[in-house]
């Protein structure tokens, strides 16, 4: 059977300007996603991941490889019969309300009266706008847009979920209720897909993620496999080190803190750490602390975006 989502050697070339400059926003990447999952898509800003998103969605259109859904290219609208999508910006019409919003939405999906008028207040309430369903949506806030938005994408109970950013604009309460939400889909069987820059949420929720930058393909995996992968870090801690060991000493490590005579570092890998300690106590340092510190998404990521090459960097 193939999978949810394919996206094959995809690129995504954009024009700009008088002089048709190219902007290489996606550069050949590949991943899929199989029925039943939640996979998150993370990376800095630019790096791609609206890009990707909206040729699933039809919306931008491959310059070279392919996205698929259930098999069929994206290009074709009937690839999208069972998907949910929610845009990073939703627009919404600013004379409707949300309630009329997302009947409309229902009606395009071509759900009946009956089933509209069941099913409009049931999402309004699991998206956590149905206080507001009935004001005007140019009145709205930016997370109650957003919440609006997602009531849309959910109204046709759509077997795929595609969500960009589904947690920006929101509260940290807000946020945690989209998480329970996006939880509950899955239980449901339902297959995700977002993007986000929230990583602790993407850590959360997700069982697997894709790290794009500048529109290539860093990495993929679960988020334990990644985070085991990635070197392990150890916080270090010296005191009185010597003005003229002190470039020696910290050589590629990176300086966490200098407070008076304690200088902490962040060192990477094993046998940087053994150097590092060997040289700053041949220097005549004292090591006062050594406190391994588990990698957490976050770091990879933070290291991901700023580094060129990653050792692990599995380029497709
Ligand atoms: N319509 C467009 N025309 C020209 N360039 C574009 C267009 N949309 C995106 N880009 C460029 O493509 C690159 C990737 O943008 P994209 O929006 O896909 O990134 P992103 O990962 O979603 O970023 P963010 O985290 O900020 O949402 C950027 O350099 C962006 O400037
Ligand atoms: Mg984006």
Same mark, same amino acid.
């Given at each position: 059977m193939s999978s949810v989502i394919e996206i094959d050697k995809l690129h995504v070339t954009y024009r700009v300007g008088f002089f048709r400059k190219v902007v290489q926003a996606v550069r050949g990447i590949s991943f899929a996603v199989e029925e039943g999952e939640i996979v998150g898509l993370i990376g800095p800003n630019g790096s791609g991941k609206t890009s990707t998103l909206k040729v699933l969605l039809g919306l931008v259109r491959a310059t070279d490889g392919a996205a698929r859904i259930r098999g069929i290219d994206s290009k074709q609208p009937k690839s999208r019969a069972e998907l949910g999508f929610l845009p990073e910006n939703p627009y919404v019409y600013p004379y409707l309300t949300p309630r009329e919003f997302v009947d409309l939405c229902g009606r395009l999906s071509g759900l009946d009266a009956a089933t509209r008028e069941k099913r409009v207040p049931a999402v309004l309430e699991r998206a956590g706008i149905a206080f507001a369903a009935d004001r005007p949506v140019r009145r709205l806030s930016k997370g109650m847009l957003q919440? +609006?938005?997602?009531?849309?994408?959910?109204?046709?109970?759509?077997?795929l979920l595609v969500l960009d950013e589904p947690m920006s604009g929101l509260d940290p309460l807000g946020r945690r209720e989209v998480r329970d939400l996006i939880f509950e889909e899955k239980r449901r069987g339902r297959t995700v897909l977002f993007s986000s820059h929230v990583l602790s949420d993407i850590e959360a929720l997700c069982d697997r993620v894709v790290i794009l930058r500048k529109g290539e393909l860093v990495t993929q995996g679960t988020v334990r496999d990644l985070v085991k992968r990635s070197a392990t870090l150890t916080e270090l801690t010296l005191r009185n080190l010597p003005a003229d060991a002190r470039q020696e000493v910290i050589g590629t490590s990176t300086v966490l803190r200098e407070l008076g005579e304690e200088l902490v570092l962040e060192v990477s890998g094993d046998t940087p750490l053994a150097t590092t300690m060997t040289k700053a106590l041949a220097a005549g340092a004292?090591? +006062?602390s050594a406190v391994p510190r588990k990698d957490s998404l976050e770091d990879l990521f933070v290291r991901n975006a700023?580094?060129?090459?990653?050792?692990?960097a599995a380029k497709n």
């Amino acid at each position: 059977m193939s999978s949810v989502i394919e996206i094959d050697k995809l690129h995504v070339t954009y024009r700009v300007g008088f002089f048709r400059k190219v902007v290489q926003a996606v550069r050949g990447i590949s991943f899929a996603v199989e029925e039943g999952e939640i996979v998150g898509l993370i990376g800095p800003n630019g790096s791609g991941k609206t890009s990707t998103l909206k040729v699933l969605l039809g919306l931008v259109r491959a310059t070279d490889g392919a996205a698929r859904i259930r098999g069929i290219d994206s290009k074709q609208p009937k690839s999208r019969a069972e998907l949910g999508f929610l845009p990073e910006n939703p627009y919404v019409y600013p004379y409707l309300t949300p309630r009329e919003f997302v009947d409309l939405c229902g009606r395009l999906s071509g759900l009946d009266a009956a089933t509209r008028e069941k099913r409009v207040p049931a999402v309004l309430e699991r998206a956590g706008i149905a206080f507001a369903a009935d004001r005007p949506v140019r009145r709205l806030s930016k997370g109650m847009l957003q919440r +609006t938005g997602l009531a849309a994408a959910l109204v046709a109970e759509p077997s795929l979920l595609v969500l960009d950013e589904p947690m920006s604009g929101l509260d940290p309460l807000g946020r945690r209720e989209v998480r329970d939400l996006i939880f509950e889909e899955k239980r449901r069987g339902r297959t995700v897909l977002f993007s986000s820059h929230v990583l602790s949420d993407i850590e959360a929720l997700c069982d697997r993620v894709v790290i794009l930058r500048k529109g290539e393909l860093v990495t993929q995996g679960t988020v334990r496999d990644l985070v085991k992968r990635s070197a392990t870090l150890t916080e270090l801690t010296l005191r009185n080190l010597p003005a003229d060991a002190r470039q020696e000493v910290i050589g590629t490590s990176t300086v966490l803190r200098e407070l008076g005579e304690e200088l902490v570092l962040e060192v990477s890998g094993d046998t940087p750490l053994a150097t590092t300690m060997t040289k700053a106590l041949a220097a005549g340092a004292k090591v +006062t602390s050594a406190v391994p510190r588990k990698d957490s998404l976050e770091d990879l990521f933070v290291r991901n975006a700023l580094h060129e090459d990653t050792p692990d960097a599995a380029k497709n």
